[in-house]
């Protein structure tokens, strides 16, 4: 699949405004911006697993296509909910816990770039890779 692989963080647009909108602190967004973020993702059939490796932390998640799951963010947000294929994007669905308020994720590859869009109440964010 063309998300196999790892892939290293290289770029942020709108990312600190949305990690305010999100509710994280100003010390917490400027952290977060520069957290040499890198996602390794295998894909066998349809079950995922994405590891994540950055300044702050390292975890691995396996999700299945469809399946909910909880995920907690870097800040300690707490999430439920389903990442799902259509075409070629990955298409995450989440609700926060603390609020129930929708989060909103895409990951597709765009000119050889894992890019992640994120949008939570009106505010749009991307996070851009390059592949190692």
């Known amino acids: 699949m063309a998300f196999d692989g790892t892939w290293k963080i290289d770029r942020n647009e709108n ?6 909108k999100m509710g994280i602190n100003v010390v ?15 894909q066998e059939g349809n079950k995922f697993t994405v590891k994540e490796s950055s ?7 396996v999700f299945e296509l469809g399946v ?7 800040d300690g ?3 439920t909910g389903t990442w799902n294929l259509e075409g070629n994007k990955l298409v995450g669905k989440f609700k926060r816990v603390d ?16 890019v992640q869009t994120y949008t939570y109440e009106g505010v749009e964010a991307k996070r851009i890779f390059k592949k190692e």
């Open 15 to 20: 990312y600190d405004k949305f990690m305010e």
């Open 28 to 42: 917490k967004r400027k952290l977060a911006s520069h957290d040499n973020l890198k996602l390794t993702i295998t």
């Open 55 to 61: 300044t702050f932390r390292t975890i691995e998640i």
């Open 68 to 74: 909910t799951f909880n995920y907690s963010l870097a």
């Open 77 to 79: 947000t707490e999430l």
């Open 99 to 114: 609020n129930g308020n929708e989060l909103n994720a895409l990951r597709e590859i765009i000119g050889g770039e894992l």
